[in-house]
C-alpha cells in the first residue's frame, strides 16, 4: 500500500488585510515539520500542492527542513481553500469588524459554521465560490489522481483545512456537521495520513504534530 500525507499550511494572517501568506511563526512551522521528517529519513515520491500562496510557502518551509533544493510539484487548484468571507456573507450580508477581540473570534466561527452547512447542503450559493459538489470533486479527482499514479509510495499533499476535512469525511462517508467540526479543529502544520491501494484511501491518523511534540513547541501550536 501507498501512504498520502496531507499537511495543512502553516499559521497564516488571519485577521490580516491578505490572509493568503504565512505569519513567521507559520514559516517556523513548516521548516520544523520538515526537519522532523529528515530527522527520519523521510523522501517523498510526488509532492502535490494547492496553488494559494501560503502553500506554496509551507512547501518551501518544508522542503527547506527536508534539506531539498529541487522537487518537482504537482500544482492543482482543486486543493484550494473555500473563501470564508463569501461563505459568512452568503448567510451575513453586513460586514463585519475584523474578529480581534474573543467575541468577536466567537462570532466569525459561529456564523462560518452556519455558513459551512448553508453552503454543504446547497441551501446558499457564495459569490465566486464553485457549489459544494465542484468542490468535492476538486479534492476526491485529486486522491484518485494519487491512486491512479503512485502505487506503492509516498506522496505529500500540501492544502487547507477545508480541502483536507473534505477528504476525511469523503473517506470515512461522515455527515457535513461532522466534516464542518473537523475542519474547525484542525491545526496548522498539521499531518493526516492515509494509506491506500489503486481501490481507496483508508484513513490512518488525522491532525497530528509529531514534529511540535515537547515543551520547546507547545507556544507553536495554532488553528488559524
Same mark, same amino acid.
Given at each position: ?8 499550511? &502553516? ?14 511563526? &507559520? ?23 494547492? %496553488? ?8 518551501? &518551509? ?5 534539506? =531539498?533544493?529541487d522537487q518537482d510539484v504537482l500544482p492543482w487548484p482543486g486543493l484550494n481553500e473555500y473563501d470564508s ?10 460586514? =463585519? ?26 441551501? %446558499? ?43 476525511? &469525511?469523503?473517506? =470515512? ?9 473537523? #475542519?474547525?479543529?484542525?491545526? #496548522? ?17 488525522? #491532525? ?17
Open positions: 500500500m501507498g501512504t498520502l500525507y496531507l499537511v495543512r499550511h &502553516g499559521q497564516a494572517s488571519f485577521g490580516a488585510d491578505d490572509y493568503d501568506k504565512l505569519s513567521e511563526l &507559520g514559516h517556523r512551522q513548516a521548516v520544523r515539520l520538515g526537519e522532523y521528517w529528515r530527522e527520519r529519513g523521510m523522501r517523498f515520491d510526488a509532492v502535490i500542492t494547492g %496553488t494559494l500562496r501560503r502553500h506554496r510557502e509551507t512547501w518551501e &518551509g518544508i522542503a527547506q527542513g527536508l534539506g =531539498l533544493s468571507e463569501a461563505i459568512v456573507a452568503s448567510i451575513h450580508p453586513q460586514k =463585519l469588524d475584523k474578529p480581534d477581540t474573543p467575541e468577536l473570534y466567537r462570532q466569525h466561527f459561529r456564523l462560518l459554521r452556519e455558513g459551512l452547512a448553508a453552503w454543504m447542503q446547497g441551501r %446558499t450559493a457564495p459569490v465566486g465560490m464553485p457549489s459544494y459538489v465542484d468542490f468535492l470533486a476538486g479534492v476526491t479527482t485529486a486522491l484518485d489522481h494519487v491512486r491512479d499514479r503512485h502505487h506503492g509510495v509516498k506522496v505529500l499533499v500540501v492544502s487547507s483545512g477545508g480541502p483536507i476535512s473534505t477528504a476525511v &469525511g469523503h473517506v =470515512l462517508g461522515t455527515r457535513p456537521e461532522t466534516t464542518i467540526e473537523l #475542519n474547525l479543529r484542525i491545526r #496548522n502544520s498539521s499531518v493526516t495520513e492515509f494509506v491506500f491501494t489503486p481501490k481507496r484511501h483508508m484513513l490512518l491518523t488525522y #491532525n497530528t504534530l509529531p514534529h511540535l511534540d515537547g515543551p520547546a513547541y507547545e507556544d507553536w501550536v495554532t488553528y488559524s
